[in-house]
T-cell receptor, first 115, second 114 residues
Framework: ETGVTQSPTHLIKTRGQQVTLRCSSQSGHNTVSWYQQALGQGPQFIFQ???????GRGNFPPRFSGLQFPNYSSELNVNALELDDSALYLC??????????????FGPGTRLTVT | AQSVSQHNHHVILSEAASLELGCNYS??????LFWYVQYPGQHLQLLLK??????LVKGIKGFEAEFIKSKFSFNLRKPSVQWSDTAEYFCAASGYSSASKIIFGSGTRLSIRP
């Protein structure tokens, strides 16, 4: 069983640029959630995708957007990068069997630095 | 508002000491509760989870947690810590109806002196 993978592992961008982060969900999982973990903080929910549709969003501006593909992999896009966007971005996937109680499996994250 | 509070930001213990990390939550309705661990350089891993039933839940690596509904608490315990328990610990909660959105506490850094 393949776990959750994310790419790239590290990324350095300049303020104002755009970035795309990628996530492959664990085999058999059709729900993907994205979280932002700033240094010294707990992860904060950005949004979730279920069967290619956004299914819930946290308190993040519209310049944070996402996609989910038919194979359940997902992308997180951030436009007009700001210095405060520097963080570890985590992807988590979960099983379709009981979404209301399903455990989420986290990937290793992508470390984004905005200069 | 939904929230999870961890009151200990940094805990330092000697090996073999007992551990208790506090966690309080504020969540309307039925709640699922979790403890995650993040070892240095590694990704988040689930230590244990509570969905329903016995309020004392046992997890991996000798950890356990007790759900006390009247106190809105879900404290993590381990009777004897090891140096390898050095990590960041996150308490988290999700609601039954939108369970896939997990709300995390700010984390507790645990340092174990050999």
């Amino acid at each position: 069983e393949t776990g959750v993978t994310q790419s790239p592992t590290h990324l350095i961008k300049t303020r104002g640029q755009q970035v795309t982060l990628r996530c492959s969900s664990q085999s058999g999982h059709n729900t993907v959630s994205w979280y932002q973990q700033a240094l010294g903080q707990g992860p904060q929910f950005i949004f979730q995708y279920y069967r290619e549709e956004e299914n819930g969003r946290g308190n993040f501006p519209p310049r944070f957007s996402g996609l989910q593909f038919p194979n359940y992999s997902s992308e997180l896009n951030v436009n007009a990068l700001e210095l405060d966007d520097s963080a570890l971005y985590l992807c988590a996937s979960s099983s379709p069997l009981d979404r209301s109680r399903s455990e989420q499996y986290f990937g290793p994250g992508t470390r984004l630095t905005v200069t | 508002a939904q929230s999870v509070s961890q009151h200990n930001h940094h805990v330092i213990l000697s090996e073999a000491a007992s551990l208790e990390l506090g966690c309080n939550y504020s969540y309307g309705g039925t709640v699922n509760l979790f403890w995650y661990v993040q070892y240095p350089g590694q990704h988040l891993q689930l230590l244990l989870k509570y969905f329903s039933g016995d309020p004392l839940v046992k997890g991996i690596k000798g950890f356990e947690a007790e759900f006390i509904k009247s106190k809105f608490s879900f404290n993590l315990r381990k009777p004897s810590v090891q140096w390898s328990d050095t990590a960041e610990y996150f308490c988290a909660a999700s609601g039954y109806s939108s369970a896939s959105k997990i709300i995390f506490g700010s984390g507790t850094r645990l340092s174990i002196r050999p």
